[in-house]
């Protein structure tokens, strides 16, 4: 995965509570069995005028000129909250977003914003509708944010701190997921593997042929 340092992009508003993962990615637009090809379902139901069209609503805030390149969301509480599917992140990813800044998330989606390379990031609620307001004006859509120091810095210049654990942190920083982590350890697995094998090795010799 894409290493998470900082990150400098277009940030767009959907400020509704509880978006869960159906919102971001319906059941209809999963045919797929891969990560690829699920970023034309994002929010398909706001997106698109009609079920499984792809007519663009012009209302839909990712639709409109200014908002094209969007690569960070700022959402209301519990967003991503409903069913564990993976394919809503995967979707998300696909479309280019790398944060989301909400005031809650539900638990299995942070887990897989991490798992993914997406910054799942809380913030309080009048801090993100202060940062919304902000990014109304044409001009003013790029928020920037610092992982390594834990900053979100506002178009204004305003740097709002946030908290991380520090494994969350490690892996987006590394562009690790969880098989990229184990990894990291593959020297101490090796000597413990060769180790075992040493101190255990009737587990290891084939069997003899037993006369009857």
């Not at 971001?24 to 891969?34: A, D, G, N, Q, Y």
């Not at 639709?63 to 094209?68: E, G, T």
């Amino acid at each position: 995965m894409t290493p998470f340092i900082t990150h400098t992009g277009v940030a767009a508003a959907l400020l509704r509570t509880n978006i869960d993962t159906d919102a971001i990615i319906p059941s209809r637009e999963m045919k797929l069995v891969s990560k690829q090809g699920l970023g034309e379902g994002l929010f398909a139901g706001w997106r698109y005028t009609q079920v499984g069209g792809r007519e663009p609503n012009p209302d839909f805030i990712l639709n409109q000129s200014a908002y094209q390149g969007t690569s960070i969301l700022l959402a209301g509480k519990n967003f991503g909250c409903g069913s564990s599917r993976e394919h809503a992140v995967w979707a998300l990813a696909e479309y280019g977003i790398r944060a989301i800044i909400a005031p809650s998330f539900g638990a299995i989606f942070y887990g897989n914003c991490i798992r993914n390379g997406i910054l799942p990031l809380s913030l309080p609620d009048e801090v993100i509708a202060a940062m919304a307001a902000q990014i109304q004006d044409p001009q003013q859509h790029q928020i920037r944010i610092d992982l390594a120091h834990r900053q979100v810095i506002g178009v204004d210049g305003t740097v709002y701190e946030f908290v991380i654990a520090k494994a969350c942190q490690h892996m987006l920083l590394d562009g690790l997921d969880q098989i990229g982590l184990t990894l990291k350890r593959a020297d101490s697995i090796a000597a413990f593997e060769s180790d075992y094998q040493k101190r255990r090795h009737w587990l290891f010799e084939l069997p003899t042929d037993v006369a009857g």
